[in-house]
């Protein structure tokens, strides 16, 4: 059990590692990790509501709301009337956006592969199918704690 541990605390220091320094690198050309997350959201699906973005990157509305202020205040996205409900708006990518967007990923593609040059192709290809790995397993665990908490729903009187 003690190497389970070593192992995921391992992972958790290098996500840690990586996350500062690929976040440091990107706000130096203009927009943070976060930021660029929206952004990047936007960029590829188009156009959308608040609440889509929201329930995409798993947000809290409050937060996407903030962030999207900060973002429009930068002039890096806009926001126009929904069409199709007065209500809402629909958040869409401006060209500066795009383009602040486009010069942070540079040096963020340039320090992963950096970073991940200390493995060679067949050391990579196996971190790959560990880490699949542990991805399809923490989806099982996150479905299988959801069925249990709508069974526990369904059961409430």
Excluded: W
Aim: proline share 4%; net charge negative.
């Amino acid at each position: 059990m003690k190497k389970t541990f070593d192992v995921s605390d391992k992972l958790f220091e290098l996500y840690h590692r990586i996350h500062r320094l690929v976040n440091e690198s990107m706000t130096e050309e203009g927009v943070s990790l976060a930021r660029s997350k929206f952004l990047f959201f936007l960029s590829k699906l188009g156009p959308c509501r608040s609440t889509d973005i929201a329930c995409a990157l798993n947000f809290a509305p409050r937060t996407v709301t903030e962030a999207i202020d900060g973002l429009e205040r930068d002039r890096l996205v806009m926001r126009k009337p929904d069409p199709e409900d007065r209500r809402a708006k629909i958040v869409s990518i401006t060209d500066t956006g795009r383009a602040v967007l486009e010069a942070a990923e540079h040096p963020r593609k340039q320090l992963l592969e950096e970073i991940f040059s200390a493995l060679d192709d067949d050391q990579l290809d196996q971190l790959f199918e560990i880490v699949s790995k542990l991805v399809v397993k923490t989806d099982e665990i996150r479905k299988r704690k959801e069925a249990a908490e709508e069974q526990e729903i369904a059961a409430a009187p």
